[in-house]
């Protein structure tokens, strides 16, 4: 199983970004997703999660009405739409797929993690 992240860089206080994960060797199409972040010195943080169909997703308090987290299951693509970006969400920003059960905002359930895409907001 291989997660593909992209999308990070540099931006502005009150910008946006659009991070992807494509996800291969792997049945995407029945599998939960999520993202996650850490910033240095801090520990991962969960961010989003979406159910396999789409239908259900999950926020953290702190980028709720931020954030969106979507998927194209014709591309084995997870998506996480960033708006209103400030300096604190500054961190490595990591894609996770889910097999099982368990919480989906718990790190420890994810079976596969991606390698992680820099995002820095400048102030």
């Known amino acids: 199983v291989q997660l593909q992240a992209s999308g990070g860089g540099l931006v502005q206080a009150g910008g946006s970004l659009r991070l992807s994960c494509v996800a291969s060797?792997?049945?995407?199409?029945?599998?939960?997703m999520g993202w996650f972040r850490q910033a240095p010195g801090k520990e991962r943080e969960f961010l989003a999660a979406?159910?396999?169909?789409?239908?259900?997703?999950l926020y953290a308090n702190s980028v709720k009405g931020r954030f969106t987290i979507s998927r194209e299951n014709a591309k084995n693509t997870v998506y996480l739409q960033m708006n209103s970006l400030k300096p604190e969400d500054t961190a490595v920003y990591y894609c996770?797929?889910?097999?099982?059960?368990?919480?989906?905002?718990?790190?420890?359930?994810?079976?596969?993690w991606g390698q992680g895409t820099q995002v820095t907001v400048s102030s």
């Open positions: 060797k792997i049945t995407f199409s029945t599998t939960a």
């Open positions: 979406i159910n396999w169909g789409g239908g259900s997703t």
């Open positions: 996770a797929a889910k097999l099982g059960w368990g919480r989906q905002d718990e790190g420890g359930n994810y079976d596969y």
